[in-house]
């Protein structure tokens, strides 16, 4: 049986439970080759993940089919919406449109999960597994697959890039060398226009960042590579620029740069709290992702602390708690929850603070999952096969129409 045969039965499997008016979807067979990825749970401690909740991501890699996939804390797939050869899926997860529970992720024509440029889309699937609506960059840019968020005033909030031509005299480099801009928009979701528009280009020095120009001006310079747009708890922005090692907090209205962390022009002094450790860079993070506000001016980051061209900082992938002194312009790292197999995550990761005070963690480019009580303890660790990676993990409620 082909992965192309496997994907005919799934349809015509869908499209008999849509003639039946059933609102669940089916459960794919864990097939290699033709399901998704088994999900195997290594920890589960008292404590840990089994609220009702389920976890979220999009697996791709090691021979089985991509797509968004829902299943529970026992490793059971609930959902899986596997994509045509050659695509892959993104940041997948539950959100809220219109008052409605809605399920969102960013769609990749060309498959793998690697360059800023490759076309995406960003689809809305009801509570019914039905497509309701699709999300894209506006103004000449292509859509990227790192960030999907719907407001509470029912925008989309996307990042996005396109090539264009800079002058790096000043800093030793070419007058005509072209460079990614990484932006970010809001778009309205229901006519798809731009309603504002944060360039990095137009906002941060190219000297900011710490990837290596390429060897000919016309290869598009990767130098900011923004990775997330989130909402701060005030409805000012986070933008995470993987390449400068920095967390903007951007202004929503006027699109000024209210405070950087991290990276060559921190607002903050960084420091560690006792038993905590910044790495050899005297940084907190490095080629970090998903900024996350909690409250009390504190921030979950996930720390990769690795790239292949230029190296590791930390022998380890993390996921780093920052609290911020506003009127000091300190930031201490007060607690950090390390990869429990001591890896180090080459790109991608995320860390979502659950409900209970739990912090579920996608490590990205490793196959894991996992889940640390407040204290740090490690209660719930899950492993995927080899090869297989998502570039974020939830744990989240769902209960379809």
Known sequence: MTWRSGRILAGAVALAFAA????????????????????????????????GDDIFLAPAGGGYPAGPEIVSTTGRVIWFHPLPVGEGAA????????G?????????????????????????YSDRYRQIATVQAGDGYTTS??????????TALIVANKIVTANLRAMGGPADQKVID???????????????????????????????LPPSAS?????????AVHLDTDGNLLVSARFTWTIYKVNRRTGAIIWELGGKQSTFRLRAAPGQTLDEAGEIFAFQHDPEAIGHDEYTVFDDESAPQLGQRLPYSRVVTVRLNLAAKVATLVSSADQP???????MGNAQTVSSGNMLVGWGTLPYISEFGPS??????????PGVSTYRAYLLPWHPA
Not at 22 to 35: D, E, K, L, R, S
Not at 204 to 210: A, M
Not at 376 to 385: C, D, H, M, Q, V
């Open 20 to 51: 039946a008016g059933c609102a669940t979807a089916p459960v794919y067979p864990v097939v290699h080759g033709h399901g998704p990825p088994p999900l195997q749970v290594l920890t589960h401690l008292q404590g840990s993940a089994g609220s």
């Open 91 to 98: 940041d997948f997860r539950t959100q809220a449109y219109r």
């Open 100 to 124: 409605e529970p809605v399920l969102t992720w960013c769609q990749i024509d060309g498959g793998g999960r690697t360059s800023p440029l490759q076309p995406v889309t960003d689809y809305i």
């Open 145 to 154: 697959w790192h960030e999907f968020v719907i407001t509470p005033w029912n």
């Open 182 to 212: 990484g932006v970010v928009q809001e778009i309205d979701i229901a006519t798809g226009k731009v309603l504002f528009q944060w360039s990095s280009a137009g906002h941060v020095p190219y000297r900011d960042s710490h990837q290596p």
């Open 219 to 227: 290869i598009p310079w990767d130098w900011f590579h923004i990775n």
């Open 341 to 347: 197999e001591h890896l180090l995550a080459g790109a």
């Open 376 to 385: 740090g303890r490690l209660l719930f660790n899950a492993e995927l096969p």
